[in-house]
T-cell receptor, first 114, second 117 residues
């Protein structure tokens, strides 16, 4: 079945450090890929998305590029802030199969220290 | 604020009991999704409803059931509760789901924390 694998956390960084959170996927078709973020005590929020190979999603300084050849969608940010501390989820959906429900990875907790 | 409302925020109950979780989607959204978040299983998709009809099932136990009402709110019913059912249950909504333009963005509620003692 379809699945998403993320690097285990927590990831602990100092403010202004470079962030990479790895995400790879397995899918039977051509998925759309997403990063969602969950701040403490809140529900998930869409951070960025990419719907086809080589697309780059970006938002709030975060970027991720859809790499079909490596089945990856790694999340990056050049300079993290304390306010970026949250849990980040990589996810996919296969719209063309009608399966619109998202399949999530296990989440990666990011802790940014001042 | 995502516009998705879930009640109650916290629920504490005993094994063998039955509970109902409620979700009001964003205004105008026709699709409602239920997810279970636990430490060992991560975020698991349970079920998807579109405009009152069940569209897809995920890893939902037979002890669990859901429905979406004509006013588009949804309820998730959990029965014969076990300790392992303790988790955070999320509802999410989106505008699409049945064809035509599909809205891929889900809006999540803040969840119901269920504790089974």
């Amino acid at each position: 079945g379809d699945s998403v694998t993320q690097m285990e956390g927590p990831v602990t960084l100092s403010e202004e450090a470079f962030l990479t959170i790895n995400c790879t996927y397995t899918a039977t078709g051509y998925p759309s890929l997403f990063w969602y973020v969950q701040y403490p005590g809140e529900g998930l929020q869409l951070l960025l998305k990419a719907t086809k190979a080589d697309d780059k999603g970006s938002n709030k300084g975060f970027e991720a590029t859809y790499r079909k050849e490596t089945t990856s969608f790694h999340l990056e940010k050049g300079s993290v802030q304390v306010s970026d501390s949250a849990v980040y989820f990589c996810a996919l959906t296969l719209m063309d199969t009608g399966r619109r429900a998202l399949t999530f990875g296990s989440g990666t907790r990011l802790q940014v220290q001042p | 604020d995502s516009g998705v409302t879930q009640t109650p925020k916290h629920l504490i109950t005993a094994t063998g009991q039955r509970v109902t979780l409620r979700c009001s989607p964003r205004s105008g959204d026709l699709s409602v999704y239920w997810y279970q978040q636990s430490l060992d299983q991560g975020l698991q998709f349970l079920i998807h409803y579109y405009n009152g009809e069940e569209r897809a099932k995920g890893n939902i136990l037979e002890r669990f059931s859901a429905q979406q009402f004509p006013d588009l709110h949804s309820e998730l019913n959990l029965s014969s509760l076990e300790l392992g059912d303790s988790a955070l249950y999320f509802c999410a909504s989106s505008g699409g789901g049945a064809g035509g333009q599909i809205n891929e963005k889900l809006f999540f509620g803040s969840g119901t924390q269920l504790s089974v003692l």
